[in-house]
């Protein structure tokens, strides 16, 4: 979760109609920019270091390497990848947005104590701290060049 705040200082009647407009705006981008940007990380090598996802069983991880040839994290046979990489589903308000992908139907269930399985749409979403500060600074800077535009240029005739 990424908390912001905005304070608005001195800012005319248009800026303080628009603003819940804007911050709507921003963070049904944020999302979008998260997906275009993270979301692959999370298939890359180190990438269960970087996110903390919960270790694979020694036996799990040979059979992934003798059968498919690889260790890739998040990755069997790729069909999670390839389903939630289509496309995120953006809905939101001024206070939050929500961002949903489509995916197997594996990929939401949760572990219990018989499956043993990991938590695999918590990985997937999961954000690291550089990547937070990220999409802290974008929304900020997203706030501000669009409350910005608004500020009408005024022109004063001497005569």
Same mark, same amino acid.
């Given at each position: 979760m990424i908390k912001y705040r905005v304070k608005l200082i001195g800012t005319p009647d248009v800026v303080l109609k628009s603003t819940p407009r804007i911050t709507t705006e921003a963070l049904k981008e944020t999302p979008r920019l998260w997906h275009a940007r993270f979301f692959r990380r999370h298939f890359q090598g180190g990438a269960a270091a970087r996110y903390g996802y919960r270790p694979r069983s020694t036996k799990y991880v040979l059979r992934k390497k003798r059968k498919f040839g690889h260790t890739a994290p998040l990755i069997y046979t790729g069909l999670m990848r390839k389903q939630l990489g289509r496309g995120i589903f953006v809905t939101g308000n001024r206070y939050r +947005?929500?961002? #949903?992908?489509?995916?197997?139907?594996?990929?939401?269930?949760?572990? @219990? &104590?018989?499956?043993?399985?990991?938590?695999? +749409?918590?990985? #997937?979403?999961?954000?690291?701290?550089?990547?937070?500060?990220?999409? @802290? &600074?974008?929304?900020?800077r997203f706030i501000t060049q669009r409350i910005n535009e608004l500020q009408e240029p005024r022109t004063i005739i001497i005569e």
């Open positions: +947005a929500k961002g #949903v992908m489509h995916g197997p139907r594996y990929v939401f269930m949760r572990q @219990t &104590a018989i499956n043993n399985r990991p938590y695999l +749409a918590g990985e #997937v979403t999961a954000l690291a701290p550089d990547e937070e500060r990220e999409l @802290t &600074a974008h929304l900020d």
